[in-house]
């Protein structure tokens, strides 16, 4: 015949025998205890320590350069007009940036730089990333488009109607 202690040495489910808990609740074990707490502590600090920082970001700088004109030689507003530069940027780690405002290209509301073909924009973002840039004309009503397209840090890209370089 076992006794009840004895059973539970022999079925003390595996987790407890990794703590080195005797099966039944001691709580006056305070060896026992201990070790458990000796344990849990490595595996935070494994937790904490063993794996990259996943929030580090650097800022970037994204210098925009427009062509004079529109793909269908238009200009990009009435009476000659220069256009009003914002830009979108996205990917999986930053989700969707746009600047000055707005969440979508079709939704930002004003521009970095205000009848310009040029504008330099700077944002946080992860380093060494690559970005689906968009590059927008913001307008009264509808927002002109002037590219979209993928770039990555440390390149100079060109999309659509705008050059892209991500520094
Ligand atoms: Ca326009
Ligand atoms: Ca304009």
Same mark, same amino acid.
């Given at each position: 015949?076992?006794?009840?202690?004895?059973?539970?040495? @022999?079925?003390?489910?595996?987790?407890?025998?990794? %703590?080195?808990?005797?099966?039944?609740y001691?709580?006056?074990? =305070?060896?026992?205890? =201990?070790?458990?707490y000796?344990?849990?502590?490595? %595996?935070?600090? %494994?937790?904490?320590?063993?794996?990259?920082e996943?929030?580090?970001?650097?800022?970037?700088?994204v210098?925009?350069?427009?062509? &004079?004109?529109?793909? !269908?030689?238009?200009?990009? $507003?009435? %009476?000659n007009?220069?256009?009003?530069?914002?830009?979108?940027?996205?990917?999986?780690?930053?989700?969707?940036?746009?600047?000055? $405002?707005? /969440?979508t290209?079709?939704?930002?509301?004003?521009? !970095?730089? /205000?009848?310009?073909?040029?504008?330099r924009?700077?944002?946080?973002?992860?380093? !060494?990333?690559?970005? @689906?840039? /968009?590059?927008?004309?913001?307008d009264?009503? =509808?927002?002109?488009?002037? +590219?979209? +397209?993928?770039?990555? &840090? +440390?390149?100079?890209?060109?999309?659509?109607?705008?050059?892209?370089a991500? @520094?």
């Amino acid at each position: 015949m076992y006794t009840l202690h004895q059973i539970n040495l @022999k079925y003390r489910p595996p987790l407890a025998k990794l %703590l080195g808990n005797k099966g039944i609740y001691q709580p006056w074990d =305070f060896r026992n205890l =201990f070790r458990s707490y000796v344990l849990c502590l490595v %595996l935070l600090v %494994l937790i904490v320590f063993g794996f990259p920082e996943p929030s580090h970001a650097d800022i970037i700088t994204v210098d925009v350069a427009v062509e &004079q004109s529109k793909y !269908n030689n238009e200009s990009w $507003d009435v %009476l000659n007009g220069a256009p009003d530069l914002a830009i979108c940027l996205s990917n999986q780690r930053l989700g969707t940036v746009c600047i000055p $405002d707005g /969440s979508t290209p079709d939704s930002i509301k004003n521009p !970095n730089c /205000s009848n310009s073909y040029l504008c330099r924009f700077s944002l946080s973002a992860p380093p !060494n990333a690559e970005f @689906k840039v /968009s590059v927008v004309d913001v307008d009264v009503m =509808f927002n002109d488009i002037i +590219g979209a +397209g993928w770039c990555r &840090q +440390g390149m100079t890209c060109e999309i659509g109607q705008a050059k892209v370089a991500i @520094k």
